[in-house]
């Protein structure tokens, strides 16, 4: 089994699959490597694809300590996954706790992502519902740990943004059930005390953000009501960004929808690699209504 060894010595497993360009997929909290099959066969016909655990997911290393969790630590991980693969620079795609992660890496090493496509993230963003999602992420933690991960996944996975995609897919979505339910308890505990609960708002970063260079890909479900207006947010303020909203979608946008999500990653993909994700014209001027002169 290959693991890339993270700054603290902690070990991530991944995977990979086909050859070229490299693409790397981060999963989101209630999924794991596991989650991102149908873009690795998908997208490995033409790329290189790399798919990992994040730390508190086994076969990756579990620490027992929350210190060892953090949203920047979620960055840095990519990074070492890169690293232990060989890979200078990728794509880096992320879904929701992964689409977080992979705008933290365009903050601290840009160089090293040729885009970054940050799905369904926004939760815990919006100012007016931080103490909140602090309190829920909370009590999640101590749900995983009084209950384990084999009784909440029954909860957890039946979630206002997740019930889209069991009406559509109930196979699909019983196997996602399945594979949180198989979730290390502890891990799942900190992860959402370290890295959920502490990582600050997008709305905190605007300053940064704007000053990202790298080509970015936003997608949200129209259903994924706490990632609609964050999502706009990162549209209007990163430089080179689009905004692809998947109407009657829900949270898990890429198994929910995962011809759509592919069809248009590849297109996002291919349009960098052409040269022409470029940053929004200067001309295109948000306060404008009609030009009268």
């Not at 209630?30 to 690795?40: F, I, N, V």
């Not at 992860?191 to 953000?209: F, H, I, K, N, W």
């Amino acid at each position: 089994m290959p693991f890339a060894i993270a700054a603290d010595g902690v070990k991530l497993y991944f995977e990979e699959a086909g050859s070229g360009t490299p693409i790397v997929f981060v999963h989101e909290f209630g999924g794991d490597h596991r989650s991102w099959e149908p873009q690795m066969r998908h997208f490995a016909r033409r790329h290189r694809c790399i798919t990992y655990a994040a730390r508190g997911y086994p076969p990756s290393d579990v620490p027992t300590e929350v210190a060892a969790y953090s949203q920047r630590t979620a960055a840095t991980d990519i990074l070492a996954v890169m690293d232990g693969a060989g890979v200078d620079r990728a794509h880096v795609v992320g879904l929701s706790m992964g689409g977080f992660a992979v705008l933290h890496l365009g903050l601290i090493a840009p160089a090293r992502a040729l885009s970054l496509t940050v799905a369904g993230a926004g939760y815990g963003a919006e100012k007016q519902h931080e103490a909140y999602f602090r309190d829920v992420s909370l009590e999640v933690a101590r749900q995983f740990e009084a209950q384990g991960s084999h009784q909440f996944a029954k909860t957890y996975a039946l979630g206002a943004s997740r019930v889209q995609f069991q009406n559509k897919d109930p196979r699909g979505w019983a196997e996602f059930a399945q594979q949180l339910g198989e979730h290390d308890a502890v891990g799942s505990a900190n992860t959402m005390r370290g890295v959920q609960a502490t990582r600050p708002s997008l709305y905190d970063l605007e300053a940064s953000l704007a000053a990202l260079a790298v080509p970015t890909l936003v997608i949200v479900g129209d259903e994924d009501d706490h990632c609609l207006q964050p999502g706009l947010f990162l549209k209007r303020t990163i430089p080179a960004c689009g905004l692809l909203v998947l109407p009657k979608v829900g949270h898990t946008l890429n198994l929910e929808e995962p011809e759509r999500f592919n069809s248009f990653l590849g297109e996002f993909i291919t349009t960098v690699e052409a040269g022409r994700w470029l940053p929004r014209d200067a001309r295109a001027v948000p306060a404008q209504i009609m030009k009268t002169s």
